[in-house]
């Protein structure tokens, strides 16, 4: 199981209307990379059939078979600082992430680290 919160529901809804793309999911996955190993990703995207699907105050989030294990109680969360705001993602599977917070890396499975880059 995963968790929206209400503030990273809103914000996705809000984004969904300006994009004129209610009808698509928020797919959230993860590939290979990253400084940790592990990078996580965030698209819209229709829902397939071998998907898992959650939904949140109206946002259907989709989760695809290879990407669930890692995913496993995670909580997406929007966040806004001094230096803007974006999504948040807390995951109790992580057992180090980098400095720029969009990779990580498991106990079972690193993958292979790549150098930060934003």
């Given at each position: 199981m995963i968790t929206l919160t209400e503030t990273a529901?809103?914000?996705v809804k809000?984004?969904?209307?300006s994009k004129d793309h209610p009808d698509l999911a928020l797919r959230i996955y993860v590939s290979k990379g990253g400084c940790s190993g592990f990078s996580y990703g965030m698209a819209l995207d229709a829902a397939q059939e071998d998907d898992n699907v959650y939904e949140f105050n109206g946002i259907k989030v989709v989760i695809d078979p290879q990407s669930a294990p890692y995913l496993e109680g995670i909580e997406v969360d929007?966040?806004?600082?001094m230096m803007g705001g974006g999504?948040?993602?807390?995951n109790p599977n992580a057992v180090s992430s980098?400095?720029?917070?969009h990779s990580f890396r498991t106990k079972d499975d690193a993958?292979?680290?790549?150098?930060c880059s934003h």
């Open positions: 529901a809103d914000k809000e984004f969904m209307a929007y966040v806004n600082s999504f948040s993602i807390t980098c400095g720029c917070g993958g292979a680290a790549n150098s």
